[in-house]
């Protein structure tokens, strides 16, 4: 089957993506009492990116850098920084005694569609070698085919190796798993693996691995593999992206993404929303009302997210709506 890393590692199978980022964290903080700060302290703070998701656990949402979703939750678990993403300079002068870990999506799904650069990417794996800390890749949205290619950050630096990765949503199909890996990579002279500082008892679950999850996930996987659906998202995404690139509407500004995971930004001067709304969902209610489901991403994106066997007669029945629904907005 075909890998999703270079390395071995170990999984921790879980119920959603908001848990195994969870996971992550925890494996960050063993990791700061395992190697710690000069004075003895543990390491412990996890460095992640503005308009980041994580998700909406007490951890995962600590992680995210959004407010809005922590609005009447406070006080946030501590130990998080939110950066600026794809700022490299920022993350390197971001590092203190206690960093232990970066975190980060290939995309931000939610905040924008805002994919990671190959610099920035890259980047961070070299800060994190410099500097002893964990690269996690939160590949709940990207992974397992999405972005075009079985992982996401393959499709932007398929040499970068993570030592973390969490999973969810297509690792499942539909039905609910999750899980987060652990690179078996040496941590000290004597051979020790990063993922044995997660020794029994350290982290568990009673559904977490259940043998109806793991064998929808193993069936889905194969199916992911043998019907090639990562190289197809990445055809089928660059074709939805080509031709709403070639309707010129005053009110697209832009496409962004990586395989069937598009954002379409909106001209903020061209889309009126009422009090509350953002336009972002102004029109995915309009899409919707011509029979097309979608997601905003941020409040001026509007994100298509089709199934990864969605057939090519539905994309084109989806081009259709968008562009009927778009060329309503109109100087
Ligand atoms: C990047 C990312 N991480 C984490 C999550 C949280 O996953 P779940 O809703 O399964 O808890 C999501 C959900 O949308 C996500 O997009």
Redesign the pocket.
């Known amino acids: 089957m075909t890998k999703c890393v270079e390395r071995p590692g170990k999984v921790f199978f879980a119920n959603?993506?908001?848990?195994?980022?969870d996971g992550l964290i925890k494996v960050a903080r063993r990791y700061g009492h395992r190697k710690p700060q000069p004075d003895g302290k543990p390491r412990y703070e996890v460095l992640t990116f503005n308009k980041?998701?994580?998700?909406?656990?007490l951890g995962?949402m600590s992680a995210t850098g959004q407010d809005k979703i922590k609005i009447g939750f406070d006080p946030m678990l501590p130990g998080f920084r939110h950066l600026p993403f794809n700022d490299l300079e920022t993350a390197r002068e971001a590092i203190r005694p206690e960093t232990v870990a970066f975190m980060l999506?290939t995309v931000q799904?939610?905040g924008g569609v805002n994919c990671v650069t190959p610099e920035f990417l890259r980047g961070l794996a070299q800060l994190c070698r410099e500097h002893d800390l964990l690269l996690l890749m939160?590949e709940?949205?990207?992974g397992f085919g999405r972005c075009g290619d079985i992982m996401g950050w393959r499709a932007v630096a398929p040499d970068v190796e993570p030592d973390g990765i969490?999973w969810?949503?297509a690792l499942g199909g539909g039905f609910p798993i999750?899980g987060f890996w652990i690179s078996d990579r040496a941590i000290d002279g004597q051979g020790t693996e990063l993922s044995s500082i997660m020794d029994p008892g350290s982290h568990g679950s009673t559904y977490g691995g259940n043998p109806l999850g793991t064998a929808v996930g193993l069936a889905v996987l194969r199916e992911v593999v043998s019907q090639g659906l990562p190289e197809r998202a990445r055809r089928l995404g660059a074709e939805i992206r080509r031709e709403i690139e070639s309707w010129n509407l005053p009110v697209v500004q832009g496409v962004r993404g990586l395989g069937l995971l598009l954002g379409i930004g909106l001209n903020p001067e061209m889309v009126a929303a009422p009090e509350g709304k953002t336009i972002a969902s102004v029109v995915v209610e309009a899409l919707r009302q011509e029979g097309l489901l979608s997601v905003p991403a941020g409040p001026e994106t509007v994100r298509l997210l089709p199934p990864l066997n969605v057939s090519e007669e539905e994309i084109q029945q989806a081009l259709a709506i968008i562009r009927r629904v778009l060329k309503t907005y109109a100087k």
């Open positions: 959603s993506g908001a848990e195994s980022n980041s998701f994580h998700g909406r656990t995962s999506e799904g939610e939160d709940v949205q990207c969490s969810a949503k999750g």
